[in-house]
């Protein structure tokens, strides 16, 4: 996280999240709850992942973001909720 966010330092504005099982050390069970945003400002996100399954967001949007970034993943495994 820390290289991507000195990549893209001044390009764009970037936001990370930490895994639930790195942070949860308190002896309870996690919540199982993902909040996702799908606009800023008006205009559409896209959300990618390592995993296809699990990308969000306005369609058009995540497909043009394919394309400008060169994504190019296929592991595709169904999303427990």
């Given amino acids: 996280m820390d290289e991507l966010e000195e990549y ?3 390009r764009i504005q ?3 999240g930490i895994g639930t099982n790195l942070t949860n050390d308190l002896g309870v069970a996690p ?6 945003v799908a606009a800023a400002n008006g ?3 896209a ?3 390592d995993n296809t399954a699990k990308a ?3 369609p058009n949007e995540n497909d ?9 993943a296929t592991f595709s495994e169904s999303c427990r909720y």
């Fill in 8 to 10: 893209f330092r001044g």
């Fill in 14 to 16: 970037t936001t990370f």
């Fill in 31 to 36: 919540l199982s709850m993902v909040v996702t």
């Fill in 43 to 45: 205009l559409a996100v």
């Fill in 47 to 49: 959300k990618l992942s």
């Fill in 56 to 58: 969000s967001g306005d």
């Fill in 64 to 72: 043009r973001m394919k394309r400008l970034t060169g994504y190019a």
